[in-house]
């Protein structure tokens, strides 16, 4: 959500901005409504003011045993014309809350101009994307080693599930597990167990709604399936008032995410890259405005140190204008190496909402001794995404064999296991 006052006061520089998002202006047709939405308070004050003071006549010509008739008829007009009045101050309100809502987040000023994911600027590397002789892609492999069945997912559930089984099944456990750990044990991440299904405030409050409800799951309850652990982490902090000195919070959950994939007919429908479930770890951040860009640097250090302990080759880049999501005004992708498919793909996502989201949500905070309050700054990104990495483990680990070599991190948590072949069970 933006904030009206500044399209007020900057009209230029916001509608400049949309525009390095690729959209058209819209602080004309906003301000528009927004004057004829004062007007309409400004006179529904004055009549109450006029109401509450022909009652006082009122009162005291009565108290005098005096006639009063023809200010109680003037009275009873007033409150004749208040509802509809009232109804059509309320309607533009709505029809502003509506435009607004539908507007993505401003970009920051570093943030490179863009058109799409080919304007996207690289930032940095970690590791040799590794050559395998006849490198087979993660579906070949789970399929030739048994334990990835889309045939059995495809019949209990239809397309873009996937069934795993023993080993494979565990690996995916582990990665949940050994990403947890480093998360709350090494960087004051608190863990959270949060509900899978929330209501329709709470998936507002993240921008979730209205805007992209197609790429929702909804229960016949009306409840929603989450997308990913940041809507009911983030939302934590709803219609909240935080003290400035207890900030930052901090929190991770390891959740299944529920995604109806709407836009993404055609797009890798083989293999488990782009499921309607899957498992990810996420953090999210309740920062302060001054500290959002440096908790934003963190916790991307923090998603990349996943994936350097697992000795994964990823690129780090930043996203242009042209590509970021709708409530981000800076994001860093990392794309992981994927040997079976000769590219880096994404495996996390690392971004700052500045106050976008607290504005929907009513999230502020307060420092000691004041009385007024600011929004706070909310972060969110992939700690990483528990699928992908399975991916990523199954086709940089893939030995000659048809076996997959389990990473020195994760053989802890696989009972002591080094490597996931033919025959496991």
């Known amino acids: 959500m933006h904030d009206i006052r500044f399209i007020r006061e900057n009209p230029d520089a916001f509608d400049a901005a949309l525009k390095r998002r690729g959209l058209p202006g819209e602080a004309a047709h906003i301000m528009s409504v927004d004057i004829e939405r004062r007007k309409a308070q400004t006179t529904v004050q004055e009549l109450l003011a006029k109401r509450n003071e022909l009652s006082k006549q009122i009162g005291e010509i009565k108290s005098k045993k005096g006639n009063a008739d023809a200010l109680m008829q003037e009275v009873a007009m007033i409150k004749e014309k208040m509802p509809n009045l009232e109804e059509h101050e309320h309607g533009l309100a709505a029809q502003i809350e509506a435009i607004l809502s539908g507007l993505p987040n401003l970009p920051a000023k570093d943030v490179p101009d863009g058109k799409d994911e080919k304007d996207n600027k690289e930032l940095r590397k970690s590791g040799s994307p590794k050559t395998i002789n006849a490198a087979k892609q993660h579906f070949e492999i789970g399929e030739a080693l048994h334990l990835m069945d889309f045939e059995t997912a495809a019949k209990l559930s239809g397309a873009r599930f996937t069934l795993l089984k023993g080993p494979l099944a565990r690996l995916e456990r582990a990665l949940g597990n050994f990403m947890l750990d480093i998360h709350t044990t090494e960087f004051g991440y608190t863990e959270i167990s949060p509900p899978l299904m929330v209501n329709d405030r709470t998936m507002y409050g993240t921008a979730q709604l209205p805007k992209f409800v197609d790429d929702q799951f909804r229960t016949t309850t009306g409840l929603w399936l989450i997308p990913t652990a940041e809507v009911p982490l983030t939302n934590i902090v709803n219609d909240m008032i935080l003290s400035r000195e207890e900030l930052p919070f901090r929190f991770t959950a390891k959740t299944p995410c529920f995604r109806a994939e709407a836009g993404a007919a055609g797009k890798d429908t083989r293999g488990m890259l782009r499921q309607h479930q899957f498992y990810k770890v ?135 296991e080094k490597k996931i072949q033919v025959g496991a069970s």
């Open 282 to 416: 996420e953090m999210v951040s309740i920062t302060t405005p001054d500290k959002s860009e440096e908790e934003h640097e963190r916790m991307t250090q923090c998603a990349e140190t996943v994936l350097k302990r697992l000795d994964l080759p990823f690129r780090t880049i930043v996203l242009c204008t042209g590509d970021m999501g709708f409530a981000s005004r800076k994001t860093y992708d990392i794309e992981v190496w994927m040997p079976g498919q000769n590219t880096y793909r994404e495996i996390s996502s690392c971004s700052n909402c500045g106050d976008f989201q607290a504005r929907r949500m009513n999230a502020r905070f307060r420092a000691a001794g004041e009385k007024s309050t600011e929004f706070v700054h909310t972060l969110n990104g992939s700690g990483v995404a528990v699928g992908r990495c399975l991916i990523a483990i199954m086709e940089n680990f893939q030995q000659a064999d048809g076996s997959i070599a389990i990473p020195d991190a994760l053989q802890k948590y696989m009972g002591g």
